[in-house]
């Protein structure tokens, strides 16, 4: 494995954790993505493309100061989006979406609970030195990880590359 698809194990290692502290691991499997050409605004995300494509997208200029924990919560922030979206609801920052980060210990203005899902997701990455906000710093400085994100999803997370004819 190079240095980069290391670093995206990473990734999808949080992704995957979360998933299962957070959801019973019920989520559909979804895409990562490091971009430079999002808004300065945006910190990340999520999109359903439709057909099961699911992605999530973050903001790799934003990156280069996050801790884990902020990566983190800006992970849990997207893939409470793709809870929405696998229950065919259209996403958006409504009532369902408040109750979820409630849910998870997601309160903004405080810390997260220690006995809440999302305390215990960053507990795991302590105790197994995960360390995704490095990892994604990583792959965005790799000049082509943008063919190595969707050859990677394809090839570890969902088979074969439909789009590479296997
Ligand atoms: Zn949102």
Request: net charge positive; proline share 5%.
């Amino acid at each position: 494995m190079s240095e980069t698809e290391c670093s995206l194990a990473v990734l999808y290692d949080s992704m995957r954790t979360m998933n299962r502290i957070c959801w019973q691991g019920s989520l559909p499997p979804c895409m990562l993505r490091m971009s430079f050409r999002l808004s300065p605004r945006t910190g990340a995300y999520a999109q359903d493309r439709g057909g099961g494509d699911f992605r999530i997208v973050f903001n790799a200029v934003h990156a280069r100061y996050q801790d884990d924990s902020v990566f983190l919560q800006i992970m849990a922030h997207e893939m409470i989006h793709l809870w929405q979206y696998s229950l065919g609801r259209k996403g958006g920052h409504g009532r369902d979406f408040c109750n979820e980060q409630i849910r998870l210990g997601l309160i903004q203005g405080r810390e997260i609970p220690q006995d809440s899902p999302m305390g215990y997701v960053l507990f795991l990455h302590r105790l197994k030195e995960l360390h995704p906000a490095e990892a994604a710093r990583k792959i965005a400085a790799d000049p082509a990880h943008g063919r190595t994100e969707i050859n990677y999803f394809y090839r570890v997370c969902k088979g074969p590359n439909p789009f590479r004819g296997g």
